[in-house]
């Protein structure tokens, strides 16, 4: 399935550079960066429950935020982009 | 429907700065905040032309990127928050 990943992260402090560069690197683990906040990762649900683990060992729940939203394959292709494109191509879709 | 809209602006001079003020405003004026560069709309059709319309003026297609995620109504509930929560409730759905 496609799972679109945006996240915020705190970064006013070391800690929080910290969590966010640690986030991305989980991120990259399973996805492709969209934009500088945004992955869209093409996971199965055991991968996903172990990414959003990860995830939440590491963010801050008080001051970071991080939405999950699960798309479809068909939801796929319902994805504008305006200006600079990058991404999942549905032609190149990843195969786990 | 639902709308995700996330965008990336290149802010490295006073025009991006400008640029990306710009789509935030707009943004706003459709939807709802829910990450610092992510917003959820709901918009008819209509309004989804008109608000893509008026960002496609305001960036620079060379450096900027917005992506734009048709989700529907059962897709809205499969969205998942970890850490500070913000946004559109299922309950309090805006009604136009």
Redesign the interface.
Known sequence: MLV?I???VNTENEAGKSRLRKVAKQCVNYGVR?????FECIVDGAQCRML?GK??EI?????????????NDK?KQ??????????ISVENTLIF
Do not use: F, H
């Open positions: 679109l945006a996240y915020d969209v934009q500088n906040s945004v959003k995830l939440q963010i801050d729940e008080e001051k970071d935020s991080i939405r999950i939203y699960y798309l939801q319902k994805i504008e982009c305006l200006g600079v494109k990058k991404g």
